[in-house]
């Protein structure tokens, strides 16, 4: 068993969100916090269809899967079945208080079709941007770890400075 430290794992969740919603889906981040009550708040374009369900849906499910990577230095996707029972539970909740699985399988309903095959290709496309987006994850993890917040333009120039060491280190 891991003993996890909280704080940290917290860190690398709203940062897995912001990256992947800056990155990815093209989202406006206003800001990243990861103190008592931690969220990462972006304003979406107002897209419609399937392409901005795929996109919300991989932005919901980048942090859990940034903190997976952290904690352990992998990523264990959960079952269709458990991810669906947790939205169930969350769906129990006044909406403020719903989560991350809630917010998933609405998209994932969005995008009509059969929802366990939306949900695994999302996992699988999700995993792949957070490995690929490593290394601005970890860097916007660490500026919150250090001050706990982060508004939108600090979170934006910690993800380009962490590209930019990024593309240096690969000779581009």
């Known amino acids: 068993m891991y003993e ?3 704080e940290r794992a917290t860190c690398y969740h709203e940062a897995g969100h912001g990256v992947v919603a800056y990155l990815v889906a093209g ?3 206003r800001y990243v916090c990861a103190g008592e009550w931690p969220e990462c708040r972006v304003r979406a374009r ?11 849906a991989m932005y919901t ?5 940034a903190e997976q990577f952290d904690i352990w230095g992998e990523i264990y996707p959960e079952s269709f079945e458990d991810a669906l029972e947790a ?5 129990d909740e006044p909406e403020e208080g719903r989560g991350d699985h809630f917010e998933l399988v609405e998209c994932l309903a969005d995008m009509g079709g059969d929802l366990e095959s939306n949900y695994y290709l999302v996992v699988q496309d999700t995993e792949r941007e957070v490995r690929r987006l490593w290394p601005e994850i970890a860097a916007v993890a660490g500026k919150l770890l250090e001050n706990g917040y982060l508004d939108g333009d600090e979170c934006v120039r910690v993800i380009e400075s962490a590209r930019h060491r990024k593309e240096e280190d690969n000779g581009v």
């Open 4 to 6: 996890v430290d909280q």
């Open 27 to 29: 989202y406006e981040v």
């Open 46 to 56: 107002v897209f419609e269809g399937l392409a901005e369900s795929w996109r919300e």
């Open 61 to 65: 499910l980048a942090g859990s899967f």
């Open 87 to 91: 939205a169930s539970i969350e769906s």
